[in-house]
């Protein structure tokens, strides 16, 4: 078994890994499920997936802690049952992540709620099913929970989700604790919601909650918003309003380039050495633990140059992965089959989709002829569940490996599905 080329990868390299020169997700050989499911797909790594979510719960046993998986990361059914099955609880931003939690068998008790715009059903919905928290971004919403909750008439739980003015340094696009930011509250406004919290008969008051953003590759800004919900905290008790869990919301980064990911044991330790033990913990990872138990395997359809440059047109697209163009996210992308003899190229590796914007990784150097089959790796998060149909593209395959196995876990979309639901006016 060879190592991959280049950086070093300590938790990919135990799932993804070259066999005589060929590329495979624990045991199953890539080129053997590109041949048999077509390109492009998505394959994820089922032991990586429960090594990742294992790491959180190991580092924050012996606390009163649940580790609230963010479904927008990845929502495929498999995933989410592969992790309730853990005994994972859920983070859902819409109902309709939640209805995805439900039918995958996550338990209601264990789902937290975020997010900006709750509409009136997706609170009706999640009151029904009685989830674990709300985190209340704002106090219209308040207001309207507390509506809703009288209505039926049950009990609401919240949180207030704080915006510490925390800048995590990563990508403006998914920095979410500063103050020009639209989520959460202002930390200064905080105690005045809370204490219209505590007034209202249906919102008892249970936790307080922030997530500063994602991709975050340093523990401080973490240790910074803990320390500013700790005193925020403090101040709720002295006006008498008792908190039972501190939210520290998601945003480990993951080492897609040669970075170094902070490790989880080291960011549970810093965590739980800030957090007093009458507290419960909430975290709400999603990156740290699909990002990298997942790769988008894509197939060159032509090789071409112009006076300036070289591309390898690819079967996958801005529509399949979509970071490298909406945040000019680095992906790591090698070849399936290990070629000896070639010489190296530079590439630029773009998709079919109309766009100049459409690329998977500029400039990267490769021995590559047509046909060839490559791995563009850690695309574990954010990658499937947030692909488009642009330029009518069916949706790729997702296919979770187990050991020797190979699962369909969501079938290729067909041209037939995409025009489902239009009409022509008079037909
Ligand atoms: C997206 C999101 C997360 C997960 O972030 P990751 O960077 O994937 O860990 C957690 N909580 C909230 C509220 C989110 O919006």
């Known amino acids: 078994m060879m190592s991959l080329p280049g950086r070093p990868r300590s938790t990919f390299m135990d799932y993804f890994s070259y066999k005589n020169g060929s590329l495979y997700t624990e045991g199953v050989s890539l080129s053997a499920l590109a041949g048999r499911h077509g390109t492009p797909a998505y394959v994820y790594s089922r032991a990586a997936i429960e090594s990742r979510w294992r790491a959180y719960a190991q580092a924050f046993s012996g606390r009163d802690a649940l580790v609230c998986y963010s479904v927008k990361a990845n929502g495929n059914l498999a995933v989410l049952n592969l992790l309730a099955g853990l005994g994972s609880g859920f983070d859902i931003v819409s109902g309709g992540e939640l209805e995805r939690v439900l039918a995958a068998g996550g338990e209601p008790d264990k789902v937290v709620f975020s997010g900006v715009g709750k509409r009136v059903d997706e609170i009706g919905r999640a009151l029904e099913v009685g989830i674990k928290c709300f985190n209340v971004e704002s106090e219209p919403e308040l207001l309207r929970l507390n509506e809703i909750a009288g209505r039926m008439p049950v009990t609401a739980p919240v949180s207030i989700r704080v915006n510490p003015d925390i800048d995590p340094d990563t990508h403006p696009y998914i920095a979410t604790g500063l103050r020009e930011n639209k989520f959460g509250v202002d930390y200064e406004q905080a105690l005045g919601i809370y204490q219209l919290a505590d007034s209202l008969d249906n919102i008892e008051v249970t936790g307080i909650d922030c997530h500063i953003g994602s991709q975050i590759t340093s523990v401080e800004p973490f240790i910074d918003a803990?320390?500013?919900?700790?005193?925020?905290?403090?101040?709720?008790?002295?006006?008498?309003?008792?908190?039972?869990?501190?939210?520290?919301?998601?945003?480990?980064?993951?080492?897609?380039?040669?970075?170094?990911?902070?490790?989880?044991?080291?960011?549970?330790?810093?965590?739980?050495?800030?957090?007093?033990?009458?507290?419960?913990?909430?975290?709400?990872?999603?990156?740290?633990?699909?990002?990298d138990a997942g790769l988008l395997l894509t197939r060159v359809e032509y090789l071409k140059a112009n006076m300036e440059k070289h591309f390898a047109v690819v079967d996958a697209s801005m529509n399949d992965l979509l970071r490298p163009s909406l945040y000019r996210a680095w992906h790591d992308i090698i070849p399936v089959a290990e070629r000896s003899d070639g010489t190296e190229t530079e590439y630029d590796i773009v998709g079919p989709v109309c766009e100049t914007g459409d690329f998977l990784g500029l400039q990267r150097r490769l021995s590559l002829c047509p046909d060839d089959l490559l791995a563009v790796l850690s695309a574990g998060a954010y990658g499937f569940s947030m692909s488009s149909n642009y330029n009518s593209r069916p949706r790729s395959v997702e296919l979770l490996v187990d050991g020797e196995d190979a699962h369909v876990i969501r079938e290729r979309e067909t041209v037939e599905q995409l025009m489902a639901g239009e009409r022509i006016p008079g037909d």
């Not at 919900?229 to 039972?244: F, M, N, Q, S, W």
């Not at 897609?256 to 909430?282: H, K, M, N, Q």
């Not at 975290?283 to 990002?291: D, Y």
């Open 226 to 291: 803990v320390n500013k919900l700790l005193a925020l905290l403090g101040d709720l008790e002295k006006t008498g309003i008792t908190i039972r869990h501190i939210d520290i919301g998601g945003g480990l980064g993951i080492s897609y380039a040669d970075g170094t990911a902070p490790d989880i044991a080291g960011f549970a330790r810093a965590v739980s050495g800030l957090v007093p033990e009458r507290y419960g913990i909430i975290l709400e990872p999603g990156r740290s633990i699909v990002g």
